[in-house]
């Protein structure tokens, strides 16, 4: 059984597969400020909640913008897993040819929804991950990572309103039904949603053009669903992608027959 981690700026992405097949997936807060032992007990209890033996564990593939938090992560696998995990860096083999500048800028999990996005659906393609901040990636036809985009994230957007006015209050992210609103909340609802979508839309229209007009819009992150209701610039909505990135880089460096191996000493 292999484990695949996204660790992201709000939320780390787990999941679990066996046999080629995600069978298991969940999120747990990015707590930089966790041990070892505090991460691993969050661990252990989903395993304990899915009735799996940390001992069918036989490898573990790590995507992580918080460098931070890598030696902490490295050394509750080897307790909890008996197993060294393997991190997206410079030097992994990735199956897409990377023209960032320079390329080890490039956040690890731009590179893993790349892989996927090309491996799914074929190029040119664009990917879009709504998170802390909104990061739009291009892939070229011959597998080329061209480089994108990035902006604040919805949430982000939304806290720094309130945060930075005084008689702003903090509003759920919904929709509301017009554009047009006479109070406050859903007022601030409609700039923040219709105003995003505004700036998703421009965003994608450009980066299109550039690939030459034809390209499949890939998005993924936990407010993927609420942009694209609104747009018709967005083609698939995929939640598992950067997931599915992981295990696919996972098979290119490591091999697909490991997964369900020994354990590594």
């Known amino acids: 059984m292999l484990i695949v981690m996204d660790i992201g700026n709000t939320n780390t992405k787990c999941g679990l597969y066996r046999g080629g097949e995600l069978r298991h997936s969940w999120r747990i807060a990015t707590k930089t400020d966790l041990s070892s032992d505090e991460l691993g007990i969050q661990m252990m209890s989903f395993f304990d909640y899915l009735h799996i033996s940390p001992e069918e564990v036989c490898g573990i593939m790590i995507s992580s913008v918080i460098p931070s938090i890598n030696y902490t992560v490295e050394h509750m696998c080897r307790i909890y897993f008996h197993q060294k995990p393997h991190f997206v860096e410079p030097g992994i083999k990735t199956g897409i040819n990377i023209l960032y500048d320079p390329p080890k800028e490039l956040g690890s999990d731009r590179i893993?929804?790349?892989?996927?996005?090309?491996?799914?659906?074929?190029?040119?393609?664009?990917?879009?991950?709504?998170?802390?901040?909104?990061?739009?990636?291009?892939?070229?036809?011959?597998?080329?990572?061209?480089?994108?985009?990035?902006?604040?994230?919805?949430?982000?957007?939304?806290?720094?309103?309130?945060?930075?006015?005084?008689?702003?209050?903090?509003?759920?992210?919904?929709?509301?039904?017009?554009?047009?609103?006479?109070?406050?909340?859903?007022?601030?609802?409609?700039?923040?949603?219709?105003?995003?979508?505004?700036?998703?839309?421009?965003?994608?229209?450009?980066?299109?053009?550039?690939?030459?007009?034809?390209?499949?819009?890939?998005?993924?992150?936990?407010?993927?669903?609420?942009?694209?209701?609104?747009?018709?610039?967005?083609?698939?909505?995929?939640?598992?992608?950067?997931?599915?990135?992981?295990?696919?880089?996972?098979?290119?460096?490591?091999?697909?027959?490991?997964?369900?191996?020994?354990?590594?000493?």
């Open 112 to 265: 893993v929804n790349a892989v996927a996005a090309y491996e799914k659906y074929g190029g040119p393609c664009i990917t879009v991950d709504f998170g802390t901040a909104t990061s739009f990636g291009a892939i070229s036809e011959k597998g080329e990572f061209l480089g994108g985009a990035i902006c604040p994230g919805i949430k982000t957007s939304a806290e720094a309103l309130t945060v930075n006015t005084a008689k702003l209050p903090r509003v759920e992210l919904l929709k509301p039904k017009t554009a047009i609103n006479r109070n406050t909340v859903n007022g601030m609802q409609a700039g923040i949603i219709y105003g995003y979508v505004g700036q998703v839309d421009y965003i994608l229209r450009k980066m299109k053009k550039e690939l030459g007009g034809k390209a499949k819009v890939i998005a993924t992150g936990g407010l993927a669903n609420v942009i694209a209701a609104e747009t018709e610039m967005i083609d698939v909505i995929d939640n598992l992608l950067t997931l599915q990135g992981l295990y696919l880089i996972y098979k290119k460096n490591i091999g697909e027959s490991t997964e369900e191996g020994a354990k590594e000493e």
